[in-house]
């Protein structure tokens, strides 16, 4: 007599109620998790169980439970468990914005490695990782951010020096794209708006957000849709509402910078509200 085939493990991803420019998450996952992406955001997390692997700077890295995972903005990284008994971990997303609000122009801080044992990063990041289910206050919030931009100034070694490049034109295209998140932007619109000229304003927001500009306007545009499919809005109204032109124009780029494509994503989502 054959065995009944072994029930599909559960997958999911819990959201924590949002804060102004920082998304945290707790997941489950056995296998495959997610295709290579990016985030224009920090992505600093915490294994909490299993081993997570992940490809990262032409390296492989696992990180084990108690392991700090720190993942620069704009880094390619997919995400897999180790072993056959999957990973849990949780992660904080952070805007560059937040850090530079912090730093005043000084160079975004790399992290070398992917993961790290280091004691001041663990303390820093405990803070918004411990606390997925409770609202954190605003001064809390403050203090964190904070704390952790110090910590990762420090544990990378940085000079304390500001970059070359103009960070009141940065800061001033970073407010129009985030004002406009949902209007085709041009570079002419962003020189106008910063009286910098296109080529430098392009590296003085790499420098000081970590991305391009237009990486930046379509991670607003996804955050957007994500929000709309979250409240039971269809795909094709979500990718209009964001401002793409259509909903296979959202899905790709959906795809590219999550690792899901929007079912798989909504599925989890589900999942996680039930377990």
Sequence with gaps: MSRPPAPAPVEWVKHAEPIDGVKRIEARFHGKAYAMHRHDTYAIGSTLAGVQSFSYRRGQC?????????????????????TEEGFQYRM???????FQAVLQG?????IEGGVTTDPRLAAAARALLEHMDT?????????AIAELAHALDAVAGAPAQHSKGDFLAARRAHAYLCDHRAKV???????AATQRDRWSLSHDFRVFYGTSPYRFQTMRRLDTVCQLLVRGGSLSDAAAAAGFADQSHMTRHFTKTFG????????????????
Excluded: C, K
Excluded at 106 to 110: K, N, Q
Excluded at 135 to 143: F, G, K, M, R, W
Excluded at 262 to 273: E, F, K, T, V
């Design 260 to 275: 899901l494509t929007p079912g798989r994503w909504l599925r989890i989502a589900a999942g996680a509200r039930g377990a």
């Design 185 to 191: 932007v041009t570079m002419a619109d962003l020189e």
């Design 135 to 143: 609202t954190i206050e605003p001064l809390e919030h403050s203090d």
């Design 92 to 98: 904080v997303y952070v805007e560059p914005a937040l």
């Design 106 to 110: 000084r160079t975004l801080p790399f």
């Design 62 to 82: 696992n990180s084990l439970p108690g392991n700090t995972m720190v993942l620069h903005p704009d880094e390619p990284h997919d995400g897999q468990a180790g």
